[in-house]
């Protein structure tokens, strides 16, 4: 049989394709390993409860045995989404039989299928199917409260981040927010189209790029895109392990310890390290990583990003005023002082002086 596909379907079918191919390489992929199984779930689950939406209504009356096949996954989108940023922001976590409750609403997603695996062609409950239908679309609901919950576990490991890294970049998470944000305005634009398309009566059509259905699956399969290449970038977060206790009482006093943090630092250059954490500093100085962190905290009112980046600066802002370092590029220097990307140097430099990088230097040299 003769099948006509429209540019927007073509677009949707490549996203498919492509998450199903992402899917399988982050299974497989050894940095993040357990939370890209995870991810590799979100996106197998998007690519599968996509597939019907790709299809026209004229294809689904035709082979009216499609309605019978189990396609969608929605009621895992959320959990597995959720699991995958909890593997990736806390150390200590690991998956358990008692979580697989969070899977188990997985049925709402069959209850139609079941439906039309039991009547065949007729609808003796039409108030069933419809209710059927019903329990398979609040799946979104589902996936706007765990991306909630996910939302605020990126929030409390970006804190927690600062106070153990003296870099950012590729480790925080910062993709994953904004994506959180794009999904759920892509569940609202979903929502519109499921009414509209009540309203409608079911009647659309995948050929007409002015129809609502059409641009939600646009948009959808942007997405779909965004989190399997961005997913799969993701480098190895910084572990970040919490233990529940009381503030560590430091035997050498505070103004001491300071002393030899600074002492360390400066002797060592030990910020011209760009990965230095606070375990190393710790190692450094032979002092736990505790009293370090409450000293740098309580008496200097700064996290350990700020405290390292600090000397950073300082070092780059003598040597731009130095006349002897005018042939050497700025971002040479900032390279030499610890940072490891441009942007994440102008955008410090700027916190701390007020001025880019460019504009200090014209106006000290």
Known sequence: MHFEISPIQLITVCSVINGFVFAFLLFEKHENRQANRFLSLTIFSMCLTFTPFILDVSIWNTYQWLAWLPFSLSYWIGPAFYFYIKTLTKASFSFRKKDLWHFSPIILNYLHSIYHAIVVDA???PWLHHVSEILESAAIVSVIIYLT??????????RSLLNNVSYTEMIDLRW?????????GSCVLMVGFLTMGTVMGGKYSLREWNDPRAFALLVYAGILYWLSISGFKQAQTHRIIHVEQPPEQDPIGSSEVIQKLNAAIESNR???????SLSDLSRSVDISERVISDVINQQL???FFQFINEYRIDEIKERLKDPGNKHLKILSLAYD???????????VFKSYTGQTPKDYKSENS
């Open 123 to 125: 609808d003796p409950w």
């Open 149 to 158: 919950f996910s939302f605020r576990m990126v929030k409390s490991y970006q």
């Open 176 to 184: 994953v927010n904004l994506f959180i944000f794009a999904i759920a």
């Open 270 to 276: 030990l910020y011209r390290n760009p990965k230095l």
């Open 301 to 303: 009112g700064k996290n």
């Open 337 to 347: 002082a610890g940072f490891n990307s441009k942007a994440s140097f102008n955008r």
